[in-house]
């Protein structure tokens, strides 16, 4: 639980009041955690050890027992029911020493089944700080289990016990806020809040703490959450064949997660900051990923790098559209055949392989449902996907040429985006042998979000890379990230004439239909160890609006997160 300062236990607090259980519990902790020793577990009497999950009396009366000792403030009892005493009896102890917690009555509810150890119950808290008090309600969820050891049923102690907001290293504060609050708007001064537009929680939280100041506001008394600095961690395995490839977020930009106020005793005066998103973009986004399980999108704008939208199925969890790590699947063969284009390896509408198998560095590729195109071009191989049209060049191939050209051409893996929170800007590393020729098609280490692949079709729409971003970099005078080259001319021509050709012709015809002429896309499908079905790509382009979105364990890209990406051009801005 991070550092924290050892206080003196307090024992005075309002009486338990736990349903009709509260004199029982209150008479003897002692005799209750007695009995929760599963009978009297033997250990030098030779008698024998409880095993087995905690029946449902044990796990009621283990939650009652700790919760009642919390509530009285009875620190070292509720510590000594949990299977970490030394950890649970700093977070109670700050609880009321940090977080000024002056009382708080809690109420278990009823386990999901009979047999779960799983137990909701509700806080409510008097926070007293400068002489003024204020009251906070909030679930959360303990968990019990027996030890092994001598056959005690205690609380599975987590950090989340306290506050479900709560990880490792995390505290819970109330005292003077170190930045302002601001009140965000949209590029066209419309309101932004947690409240209209769930997926933008973090993200606001993440604005505040870096550009608070800048805003102009006024810092002023909450009860919040310090965050440890930690890195975030990848939600996902990978892909098929790679390794675990994690995202590391900008140093320069906020914290992974940021601090998160939960409680305003005294607000203070927010600052107003305008943002590039548009309110009605991030409405459909937001829509969008409701109806779906585990979706995520971002829109941007290609002629400036302007982010529209950004939205995801579980708006509090971890914010894979910005920090996600996946493997990108067919949507890399766009970044791949610029490269192929570049060096003349593949020609739009020349003559090019398109087995049904092609063996490399010891693996066997094959397309999906084993299909081939006989005497068929560059074109049709990219519109239906080809895995093995890209393999058959990776002979031709230097390790690193893969790398040089997401991180040259397509700002990717440099690790200098600077968008306004923490992002992970992708990852192409150097790799060789079949790990090399699987990263052609977005698997191998290759590593994206949906962030990044919404610049991949911004830089091919534009034919230049601009580096996403959130916040006018005008307000604190960073510097956005720049790729060193620009693609061709040649090669951006063909690449749009091959997305376009994908969203007629190809994998992508049914999302992208009746969207125009100035408009491209491409399909992908990523398989994931221990998945049943593969997380579904889609980018695209049209007009002044490129999106990228992943629907993760769904299916096939043009039909899953395909109809994502449509909703995003159509809305447009």
Known sequence: MGKRRRATERKKAHPAVLGGAAVAIVCGVGVAAYALSGGGGGDSDGKTVATGPPTAAEVRTTTRAFLTAWEKGDVAGAAALTDDRKAARAALTAYREEAKVSAVRLRPGKPATPKSAKVPFKAAATISYGGKDKAYAYDSTLSVARRAADGRVLVSWRPSVVHPELRDGDRLVTGPAGVPPIKAVDRDGDPLTAAKYPSLGTVLDGLREKFGKEAGGKAGVELRVVRADAKSADDSKGGKGGGDAKGTAKK???????????????????????????????????????????????????????????????????????????????????????????????????KHPCPKYKAYGGWKFQNDDKFQIKDGTFRASFARSC???????????????????????????????????????????????????????????????????????????????????????????????????????????????????????????????????????????????????????????????????????????????????????????
């Open 252 to 350: 320069g930009d906020a914290k992974d997660t940021p601090d998160k106020t939960l409680l305003a005793l005294s607000p203070g005066t927010p600052g107003t900051l305008k943002t590039t998103i548009s309110a009605r973009t991030q409405a459909a986004a937001e829509k969008q990923t409701q109806k779906r399980k585990r979706a995520s999108v971002v829109v941007v704008k290609p002629s400036t790098g302007e982010i529209l939208a950004v939205a995801n199925s579980n708006p509090g969890g971890f914010n894979t559209a910005f920090q996600g790590s996946l493997a990108p699947g067919s949507t890399m063969k766009v970044i791949t055949s610029s490269m192929l284009l570049e060096k003349r390896l593949a020609g739009v509408d020349k």
């Open 387 to 573: 895995n093995t049209a890209f393999i058959t060049q990776a002979e031709k191939l230097s390790n690193d040429d893969l790398t040089k050209q997401a991180q040259d051409v397509f700002g990717l893996g440099r690790d200098n985006w600077s968008i306004g929170v923490s992002s992970f800007d992708g990852a192409v590393p150097v790799q060789s042998h079949a790990q090399m020729a699987a990263s052609l098609i977005g698997q191998g280490g290759v590593r994206m979000n949906p962030l990044n692949m919404a610049s991949v079709a911004a830089t091919v729409k534009s034919g230049t890379f601009r580096q996403p971003y959130l916040v006018s970099p005008d307000l604190d005078d960073r510097q956005l990230a720049t790729a060193p080259r620009k693609m061709s001319g040649r090669t951006a021509s063909a690449l749009r004439e091959l997305m376009h050709y994908t969203g007629v012709s190809g994998t992508a015809a049914k999302p992208m239909a009746g969207l125009g002429a100035d408009s491209g896309a491409k399909t992908g499908s990523a398989e994931v160890d221990g998945q049943k079905k593969p997380n579904g790509w889609f980018t695209a382009y049209r007009g002044d609006v490129a999106a990228a979105a992943v629907v993760q364990a769904a299916g096939h890209g043009g039909e899953t997160a395909g109809p994502v990406v449509r909703a995003m051009l159509l809305v447009g801005k």
